[in-house]
């Protein structure tokens, strides 16, 4: 049994999944290529806000590289912190 609660009226709706194990699953690699893009998108802004603010464009892309190692790298850690924590997982 799965719950979903509407949180415009805060009423659940209690409901059976049936077929559970057909639901789409993400494909890993498509998670990594939405991972990849998603960082690709925030590094360009982070580029552009960097240029704006120093007027410089290779310090811009400097603090976007390191903006982009090191955001990889914690949320690598992010998750795997959340994949420890039971709570929301379906058993």
């Not at 609660?5 to 194990?21: I, L």
């Amino acid at each position: 049994m799965s719950q979903t609660v509407d949180y415009t009226t805060g009423e659940a709706d209690v409901y059976e999944v049936e077929n559970a194990s057909r639901l789409p699953k993400e494909n890993i690699k498509r998670s990594i290529l939405k991972t990849f893009s998603w960082r690709a998108l925030g590094t360009i802004t982070t580029v552009v806000v960097s240029y704006i603010i120093t007027g410089t464009l290779a310090l811009a892309f400097s603090i976007g590289g390191i903006e982009l190692i090191s955001k990889l790298v914690l949320y690598f850690f992010h998750e795997r912190a959340w994949n420890q924590i039971k709570w929301g997982k379906n058993e």
